[in-house]
C-alpha cells in the first residue's frame, strides 16, 4: 500500500431484476498503469464498464476515484472529475466537423487560444488534417474512432476508460491504434474493454479476465494467457462460440 | 473580399434585409398593409423563439402557445393594471420564462423521450386554454381586469415610450418596434449559437450523452435554452397584445400552437431564417383564407402541415440558404463569384 | 349514506370515463410506440357516425356501440396506408403527420355537419339512490368501460392478431426475422387502436354533445393518462386512469372541472419527474 489507487470498485454488485450481471468486484488500478479488461461474452465486462462510468449504477458497493464515490454522480459530475470515456459505437456529433467536435470538448475547461491549441495537437496526433471541416458522420468508421480518442483526450482527463477501441477497423488500423493507445498512456492512465487477443497482447502489460460477473484472474500478459483456468473459459468458449 | 464580410456574409445579407425592410416598407406600403405586416413580424418573432429551442435545442415543444398566450395576458393584465408599458413587457417576457423553466426542469431533469416533451408540452397549452377560457365570471380578475374568460381582454394599451404613458405609439411607430425587435432576437440568437453555449447546445441535440461525457451538463443547457426560448414567445405575445389591443383565449389553442410548428415545418426546422418566412407565408395564407367562405382554414393547414411532413420534410429553407442567398450576395457584388454562404452556415 | 353512493359513482364515472378514452391511444402507443395527435378527432368521428346513424333511425343501441367503431376502424386503416405506413420508424413525424390529419379532421367535420352542437339522446333515464336521483347512462358508461378493457385483454391475449402483437412490441426485429409481416400487425393495431377511440366517441356522444372542436377537450386527459400509464397498453391505462381519475374527481369535486384538469396536469408532471417512462415503465414491466 505504498501509492493509493486511481479508481478502485469494493464488493461492487450489479443485478438486473433476476439476473446477476456484476457479483462482487474488488478492482483497482494505479496511476500511469493500462489495463485491459477481458472475458468472455456475458462475463460481466461490459457491464462493469458501465459501472466504472456512472452509465449504470450499482445494485451495492461502490466506485471510489481518488477517494471520491462516483456511485450517486451524474455522467457530467463524473466526467469533470476527470475521466474521460471512449463507447464501443463511435460517439461523435456527427452533424459538426471533425474541428467542431474537438472545439466542443476542449472548450469546457479552457479559453481562447488554448481551445485552439488542444485541437491543432489531437488533429495532428490522428492524422485527420485533411478533415477538420468534414462533418464526423461523413468520416470512415476508423477515423470516427479515432475522432472520439481525440475528443476524449481534448478533454484532458486523468483517467481515459475505452470500450472496445479497434472495433470494426481495418488490420492496419488497429495496429495504428495500438500504438496511438500506448503512446497516449505515457500521460494518461488508460483502461481498456476488449476481445481481440491480438490487439490486446499489442498494448497490455497487466490483465484483468472477468468470468460470470466476477474476476477470475489478474497478472501479467504471459502470466494470465498461459493460465490453464483462463484458456478453459475464455477460449474454450470462444471455441465453442 | 474582406475575411470578415466573408465569413459573415449571410448574416450582412439579412441585416441589409431586414434595414432595407425597416426603411422601405412603410413607405412603399399603405397604412392598413402595413398593420398586416407588422403582424407577419411578431409571428416572425415567434417563430424564431420555437426555431431555436426546436431547431437548434432539440427540444420538442408542442405546445408554444402556452409561452405566446402567457406572455400575451401578462402584458394584457399588467400594462391595465400599471399604465405604463416598460414593466409589463418585462413581465410578459419573465413569466413565461419561469414557466419553461419549471416544466423545463420536470421533463429534462427526468430525462423523458422526445414524445413525452411533445405531448406534455401540448397538453400543458390546452389546460391553459380550458383554464382562460373559464375565467368568465366577475370573480376572476387581477387588480382592475378581469380575465373575461372566452371573450378575453379588451382595450389593451399598446405601447408607450418607456417610462412615459403618454407617449403612445402609432402603429408605423409599432411597426418599427416590431421590427428593430425582430432583428434584435434573429442576431442575439445567431450571437448566442456562435458563443461555447450554443455550439454546446447544438453537441446535445447531435449527441447528448457523449456532451455528459465530456462534463458538461446536458439538462441545464436545454433548461436555460428552453427558458430563453419562452422568454421570446412571450416577447411576441406582447406585442401581439399590443398591436391588437385585444387578447383572447384563443393565443393558447391547439390550432396556435400547430401554426407555430407548421411556420417551422413550412420554413425548415434547423434554421432561422426559414421559420421566419414560413410564418409570413402561412400567416398570409390564413389571412387570406379568413375573408372567404369556401374552404376551411383547418383543411388547409392540415394539408400543409401533412405535405411537408410526407414530401418536404426539410422545408423550404434549403433553397433559400443554398440559391437565393447567393444570388442575392452575387448581385451585391456585381460580379459573381464563388458562392460563399456554405451548408453548414445556415442562416 | 346515499350521497357516499353518489359521490362513489361519481369517482368510478370518472376514472372509466378516463380508461374508456385513453385505451385506444394506449394501444396505438404500446404496439407502435406513437402518440396519435389524431385521436381527439377519431372520437369525434365515432361521435358524428352515431349521431348520423341515430337520425337515419337506426337503433340507438346499435348507433353507439356498433356502427362507431367500424366506422372509425375502416377510416383508420385508410389513413394507415396513406400516412402512417410512410413515416413507421419515424416517431416525430409520425406525431407531426397526425397532428395535420387531426386540423384536416376538424375542417372537413365543419365543413359538412357546421360547427354547431348535434345531439344524441341518452338512452337510459335515472335510477333512484334513495332519495336522490343519478343518471342511469353513468352506470351503463362504467359498464361499457369495464367491458372495452377485458374485451381489449381477450383479443391481445387470446386471439392469434393479439400474439403476434405482443410479439411485435416485445421486439420488432425479432418478429420481422421470424416470419411476422410487421406492417400488417402495425396495420390492424392502427385500425383496432381507431376502433377503440370510435367507440368511445359513441359512448360519450349523449354525454359531452357532438360537435367538430370536441376531441381538444378529450385528447389533454387522455395524453395524460397514457404517458403517466407508460408503454403496456391495458395495466397502464387502468392504473393511470384510476390515478388520474381520482385526482381529478377530487379536484373537481372540491372546486370545478377546469381545475379538475389542472390538478391532473400537475399530478401527471409530478409523476413524469418520479417515473420518466409511465408507472408500467417501472412496475408491471411484463404486464400488457
Excluded at chain 2, 416598460?86 to 422526445?114: E, K, N
Aim: overall charge positive; some cysteine; hydrophobic content about 50%.
Amino acid at each position: 500500500m505504498s501509492t493509493p489507487p486511481l479508481i478502485e470498485t469494493i464488493g461492487l454488485i450489479k443485478h438486473f431484476g433476476g439476473m446477476q450481471a456484476i457479483r462482487g468486484v474488488d478492482f483497482s488500478l494505479a496511476e500511469g498503469e493500462i489495463r485491459c479488461l477481458i472475458g468472455p461474452n456475458g462475463a460481466g465486462k461490459s457491464t462493469f464498464f458501465k459501472l466504472l462510468t456512472g452509465q449504470i449504477k450499482p445494485t451495492s458497493g461502490s466506485v471510489r476515484f481518488r477517494g471520491t464515490d462516483l456511485t450517486m454522480l451524474q455522467a457530467h459530475e463524473i466526467a469533470r472529475l476527470g475521466i474521460g470515456i471512449k463507447t464501443q459505437q463511435p460517439s461523435v456529433f456527427n452533424g459538426l466537423s471533425v474541428q467542431e467536435n474537438l472545439w466542443i470538448a476542449a472548450a469546457r475547461h479552457k479559453k481562447g487560444k488554448a481551445i485552439g491549441q488542444s485541437v491543432e495537437a489531437q488533429v495532428e496526433r490522428f492524422s485527420l488534417g485533411g478533415f477538420v471541416n468534414s462533418l464526423a458522420g461523413q468520416l470512415a468508421h476508423g477515423q470516427r474512432q479515432w475522432l472520439e480518442l481525440g475528443v476524449v483526450l481534448c478533454g484532458d482527463p486523468e483517467l481515459i476508460l475505452l470500450d472496445e477501441p479497434a472495433a470494426g477497423m481495418t488490420e492496419e488500423e488497429r495496429v495504428r491504434t495500438a500504438a496511438l493507445i500506448l503512446e497516449i498512456n505515457r500521460q494518461h492512465p488508460i483502461i481498456v474493454v476488449e476481445h481481440d487477443m491480438s490487439f490486446i497482447r499489442s498494448i497490455a502489460q497487466r490483465i484483468t479476465v472477468f468470468n460470470q460477473g466476477m474476476i477470475l484472474t489478474e497478472g501479467g500478459a504471459e502470466e494470465v494467457f498461459s493460465n490453464q483456468a483462463v484458456r478453459d473459459v475464455y477460449l474454450g468458449k470462444r471455441a465453442a462460440a | 473580399m474582406h475575411p470578415f464580410v466573408r465569413s459573415n456574409a449571410s448574416l450582412i445579407a439579412v441585416g441589409v434585409i431586414g434595414i432595407a425592410l425597416l426603411v422601405g416598407l412603410p413607405l412603399a406600403l399603405e397604412l392598413f398593409t402595413l398593420l398586416r405586416v407588422t403582424l407577419f413580424v411578431i409571428f416572425a418573432i415567434l417563430a424564431l423563439s420555437l426555431a431555436f429551442i426546436w431547431g437548434y435545442g432539440g427540444i420538442l415543444c408542442f405546445g408554444h402557445s402556452a409561452f405566446f398566450g402567457l406572455g400575451a395576458y401578462a402584458y394584457a393584465v399588467s400594462v391595465i393594471n400599471v399604465g405604463d408599458s416598460t414593466l409589463p413587457i418585462v413581465i410578459a417576457m419573465a413569466l413565461p420564462a419561469l414557466l419553461a423553466a419549471a416544466l423545463g426542469y420536470f421533463m429534462f431533469y427526468a430525462r423523458i423521450s422526445d414524445v413525452y416533451v411533445g405531448v406534455i408540452t401540448l397538453t400543458v397549452t390546452l389546460i391553459f386554454y380550458n383554464v382562460v377560457n373559464s375565467t368568465a365570471g366577475p370573480q376572476y380578475r387581477i387588480g382592475d381586469v378581469h380575465l373575461g374568460g372566452f371573450n378575453g381582454i379588451p382595450n389593451v394599451p399598446s405601447l408607450n415610450v418607456p417610462f412615459d404613458p403618454n407617449a403612445v405609439l402609432g402603429p408605423q411607430d409599432m411597426f418599427w418596434v416590431c421590427m428593430v425587435a425582430l432583428m434584435l432576437v434573429y442576431f442575439g440568437l445567431r450571437m448566442l449559437l456562435r458563443m461555447r453555449f450554443g455550439r454546446v447546445l447544438i453537441a446535445v441535440r447531435e449527441n447528448e450523452s457523449r456532451v455528459e461525457f465530456l462534463g458538461y451538463d446536458a439538462r441545464l443547457h436545454k433548461l436555460i435554452a428552453f427558458s430563453i426560448g419562452g422568454a421570446i414567445a412571450g416577447l411576441a405575445g406582447c406585442l401581439f397584445t399590443a398591436w391588437g389591443g385585444f387578447i383572447s383565449p384563443t393565443a393558447f389553442s391547439v390550432v396556435q400552437s400547430a401554426q407555430i410548428i407548421i411556420w417551422l415545418m413550412v420554413g425548415g426546422v434547423g434554421t432561422l431564417i426559414g421559420p421566419m418566412i414560413g410564418a409570413a407565408l402561412i400567416s398570409w395564407l390564413t389571412a387570406s383564407l379568413g375573408s372567404q367562405q369556401t374552404v376551411d382554414a383547418n383543411v388547409v393547414l392540415g394539408t400543409v402541415l401533412l405535405a411537408f411532413v410526407l414530401l418536404v420534410p426539410k422545408g423550404i429553407a434549403p433553397i433559400v440558404t443554398d440559391q437565393l442567398m447567393p444570388w442575392f450576395l452575387s448581385m451585391c457584388r456585381s460580379k459573381p463569384s464563388v458562392a460563399s454562404v456554405s451548408r453548414k452556415d445556415k442562416t | 349514506m346515499d350521497l357516499a353512493i353518489l359521490v362513489g359513482i361519481d369517482f368510478v364515472n370518472g376514472v372509466a370515463t378516463l380508461a374508456l378514452m385513453s385505451i385506444g391511444l394506449a394501444v396505438v402507443f404500446g404496439m407502435m410506440r406513437i402518440i396519435n395527435l389524431a385521436h381527439g378527432e377519431f372520437m369525434v368521428m365515432g361521435s358524428y357516425s352515431a349521431a348520423v346513424a341515430y337520425h337515419h333511425n337506426v337503433n340507438i343501441w346499435v348507433a353507439i356501440l356498433i356502427v362507431p367503431p367500424i366506422a372509425v376502424a375502416v377510416i383508420g386503416a385508410i389513413i394507415e396506408r396513406v400516412i402512417i405506413r410512410r413515416l413507421y420508424g419515424r416517431m416525430v413525424e409520425t406525431m407531426l403527420a397526425t397532428w395535420g390529419l387531426s386540423l384536416f379532421i376538424v375542417g372537413i367535420l365543419t365543413t359538412i355537419f357546421g360547427s354547431h352542437t348535434e345531439g344524441v339522446p341518452a338512452p337510459l333515464s335515472g335510477i333512484k339512490v334513495g332519495n336522490y336521483q343519478t343518471s342511469g347512462y353513468s352506470l351503463f358508461v362504467i359498464l361499457m368501460s369495464v367491458v372495452t378493457i377485458v374485451g381489449v385483454y381477450v383479443v391481445l391475449r387470446a386471439t392469434r392478431l393479439g400474439l403476434l402483437a405482443r410479439g411485435t412490441m416485445q421486439n420488432a426485429e425479432m418478429a420481422a426475422a421470424l416470419g411476422v409481416d410487421t406492417s400488417r400487425i402495425y396495420a390492424t393495431t392502427f385500425a383496432f387502436g381507431a376502433g377503440l377511440a370510435g367507440l368511445a366517441g359513441g359512448i360519450l356522444a349523449p354525454i359531452s354533445g357532438v360537435f367538430p372542436s370536441i376531441g381538444g377537450s378529450y385528447i389533454g386527459r387522455a395524453f395524460i393518462t397514457v404517458i403517466g400509464g407508460g408503454p403496456a397498453p391495458l395495466v397502464g391505462t387502468v392504473t393511470a386512469s384510476a390515478m388520474f381519475g381520482f385526482v381529478n374527481q377530487l379536484a373537481t369535486f372540491l372546486s370545478n372541472p377546469v381545475y379538475g384538469e389542472v390538478a391532473l396536469l400537475v399530478a401527471a408532471v409530478i409523476l413524469i419527474r418520479l417515473l420518466p417512462n409511465g408507472i408500467t415503465g417501472r412496475y408491471f414491466r411484463r404486464a400488457l
